[in-house]
Nanobody, 122 residues
């Protein structure tokens, strides 16, 4: 089975930083684009960052300039460095394989991991 396991979340003050990690298994990691999503109760899951097999990153406007996505194909891992965190970044963060379709990324049909909670509060 394809699995995504997220870690690295926590409670930080505004302006703080966190580095999220995602360990994957069950897929040929190097040929897939990967994304980081976040979700808060009552809202749709939002793609905040993605990185293709070429390692070219893309970001949502809400996190651009503050977050950095990277990947290590040798370890089948993807990371999200989050700097200058703000309360509106509070969410459960998920990693998932994505596919580019008609100009936008969509998650593959694999199951989701447990996510990791990021809470930004003073």
């Amino acid at each position: 089975q394809v699995r995504f396991v997220e870690s690295g979340g926590g409670l930080v003050q505004p302006g703080g930083s966190l580095r999220l990690s995602c360990t994957t298994s069950g897929l040929i990691f190097s040929i897939f684009s990967m994304g980081w999503y976040r979700q808060t109760p009552g809202k749709q899951r939002e793609l905040v960052a993605a990185i293709g097999s070429s390692r070219i990153p893309t970001y949502s406007n809400s996190v651009k300039g503050r977050f950095t996505i990277s990947r290590d194909n040798g370890k089948n891992m993807v990371f999200l460095q989050m700097n200058n965190l703000q309360p509106e970044d509070t969410a459960v963060y998920y990693c998932h394989a994505v596919q580019a379709e008609r100009g936008q990324y969509r998650p593959t049909s694999d199951g989701w991991g447990q996510g990791t909670q990021v809470t930004v509060s003073s």
